[in-house]
């Protein structure tokens, strides 16, 4: 039973947050154990809320509804946390980032995908469900598409024995960060090695 399996839980990680993430289509986990809150109060399907999130701490989440992934038939749903996060909380921090060139956001046409993804979006929240159908049509055809001209790209590189493109394709993909370099005086680290090992000469 649910129930057993979280109060299990509770009982091996006593300091930990519970979080419970069920497809319900009937039920009501807060009849079962009061002091968990649910936090999803728009529809999910249709209008139905299936899709019930629940957790221990009051008022921690607000659910906003977002359009379904692909051929889902539930909406996603995208909680947004209520209390102060600790990020919030930290000081600002400069960090260096790789910036991407205009060249490779055309080559993967991320500014037509980024605009198809908000026409979707904008059409999700008008309600109008034609409109809706159709924006998602829109964007599904793009993102086969780029995926097609990447993976013709990627088999250019190839069979034309690119490598150097096809391993800096994969860093990307990985984000691969090589190490820094260590920056030694030569002459001080032979020195120190030299004395480290003929310490026992002397």
């Known amino acids: 039973m649910l129930t057993d399996q979280i109060l299990c839980v ?13 497809d319900f289509n009937k039920g009501n986990l807060t009849r079962e154990l009061p002091k968990y809150r649910q936090f999803i109060k728009c529809p999910t399907r249709e209008e139905n809320i299936l899709d019930h999130c629940y957790t221990t701490v009051r008022d921690a989440y607000h659910a ?17 946390p209520a209390y102060r996060q600790k ?10 980032s790789k910036k991407w060139t205009s060249e490779a956001v055309e080559d993967l046409q991320a500014s037509k995908l980024r605009r198809l993804r908000l026409d979707k979006e904008e059409a999700f929240r008008s309600g ?30 190839f069979s034309a024995n690119d490598s150097a493109s096809v391993w800096k394709g994969l860093r990307q993909i990985i984000n691969y960060k090589p190490k820094a ?22």
Not at 10 to 22: F, G, H, K, M
Request: charged share 35%; aromatic share 8%; proline share 4%.
């Open 64 to 80: 906003v509804p977002r359009a379904a992934l692909g051929l889902s038939d539930h909406v996603m749903v995208h909680l947004i």
């Open 10 to 22: 509770e009982r091996i990680n006593p300091d930990s947050l519970v979080i419970v993430l069920v």
């Open 128 to 157: 109008d469900k034609d409109r809706f159908k159709e924006a998602k049509y829109k964007f599904s055809k793009a993102v086969k598409e780029a995926k097609r001209l990447y993976s013709e790209k990627l088999q250019h590189q």
């Open 181 to 202: 370099p260590h920056s030694f005086n030569d002459q001080r680290l032979a020195n120190d090695l030299n004395e480290f090992y003929c310490r026992f000469e002397r």
């Open 87 to 96: 990020l919030k909380l930290c000081k600002p921090v400069v960090r260096t």
